[in-house]
């Protein structure tokens, strides 16, 4: 069984970091975005590069900023210039994807944001928020689970309460699930099984399960076999935290790792009963 794999990479829009992923020649270049991406020429620049990258046949992806003023974003706001800062920037992103047919991943919350404590409060106000920035752009955002926190797999009413409801279209951080996980692989499994038709796009990193470390595929203690077949159905970005921001080394072997894997593993007889 010849199985295809693509390759997907990711970067920031500074031109060496992009040129140092074509070298590669990959299928698919999620850019992460700083907050300044979004305006003036830094915007144009931004447009410029999405419009070369699709004219050459990839796929574009890009990823909404996690900071402002050097503050993670959260989707629910004490700060109000925070608040402002996200719904402007996703007006201005849903734009741009609508534009180019393109898509955008987008952090409801990340790990040290105080409104991501599990309460019945902050999930009501999180699906209220939600609803105003699918108003924007239905079909644009992928939604990302972090690590804690209401949006994550920490959560036992995560799908149930926001992701089903909503019909949420999923950016699944394997690697951020198995740490909410504790490194429990059999768990990891059954959530991707349970989610695989919400899912639309997956962010592939290793991990040992306990911190936010980012690891090159075959580094980690994730079980690659099982998720394997989920990931030659949907694009996929290597998301591995880089010795040189403008050197993909770890993502390419990572990308390596997978085909060897696919080639020569049992991978086709490990029994994936999607739900």
């Known amino acids: 069984m010849i199985v295809l794999l693509k390759i997907g990479l990711k970067c920031s829009s500074d031109p060496e970091q992009l040129y140092d992923r074509?070298?590669?020649?990959?299928?698919?270049?999620?850019?992460?975005?700083?907050?300044?991406?979004?305006?003036?020429?830094?915007?144009?620049?931004?447009?410029?590069?999405?419009?070369?990258?699709?004219?050459?046949?990839?796929?574009?992806?890009?990823?909404?900023?996690?900071?402002?003023?050097?503050?993670?974003?959260?989707?629910?706001?004490?700060?109000?210039?925070?608040?402002?800062?996200?719904?402007?920037?996703?007006?201005?992103?849903?734009?741009?994807?609508?534009?180019?047919?393109?898509?955008?991943?987008?952090?409801?919350?990340?790990?040290?944001?105080?409104?991501?404590?599990?309460?019945?409060?902050?999930?009501?106000?999180?699906?209220k928020e939600i609803k105003h920035i699918l108003s924007y752009g239905k079909d644009v955002f992928l939604w990302e689970n972090s690590i804690n926190g209401i949006f994550s797999a920490q959560n036992p009413n995560w799908f149930e309460d926001m992701v089903k409801p909503l019909h949420l279209p999923l950016a699944y951080d394997i690697s951020h699930a198995f740490i909410s996980f504790q490194g429990d692989n059999r768990l990891l499994l059954e959530q991707i099984q349970k989610l695989d038709s919400y899912i639309q796009y997956f962010h592939v990193v290793d991990s040992e399960g306990k911190e936010h470390d980012g690891l090159a595929l075959g580094t980690g203690r994730i079980h690659w076999g099982p998720i394997l077949p989920f990931l030659t159905s949907r694009p996929y970005i290597y998301e591995i935290n880089l010795r040189d921001l403008k050197d993909a080394a770890e993502m390419h072997e990572s990308h390596l790792y997978l085909v060897h894997l696919s080639k020569y593993s049992e991978y086709q007889n490990v029994p994936v009963e999607k739900k």
């Open 22 to 127: 074509l070298r590669y020649n990959p299928d698919i270049i999620e850019l992460h975005l700083n907050e300044d991406d979004l305006f003036g020429e830094k915007r144009k620049q931004l447009e410029s590069t999405i419009s070369m990258l699709l004219s050459q046949g990839r796929d574009v992806y890009l990823h909404h900023p996690t900071k402002f003023n050097g503050r993670h974003l959260d989707i629910i706001h004490e700060q109000k210039e925070d608040y402002l800062f996200y719904h402007l920037s996703t007006r201005i992103l849903a734009d741009i994807c609508i534009s180019y047919s393109i898509k955008c991943v987008i952090h409801p919350h990340y790990l040290l944001t105080a409104t991501s404590a599990i309460r019945k409060e902050n999930m009501d106000n999180m699906v």
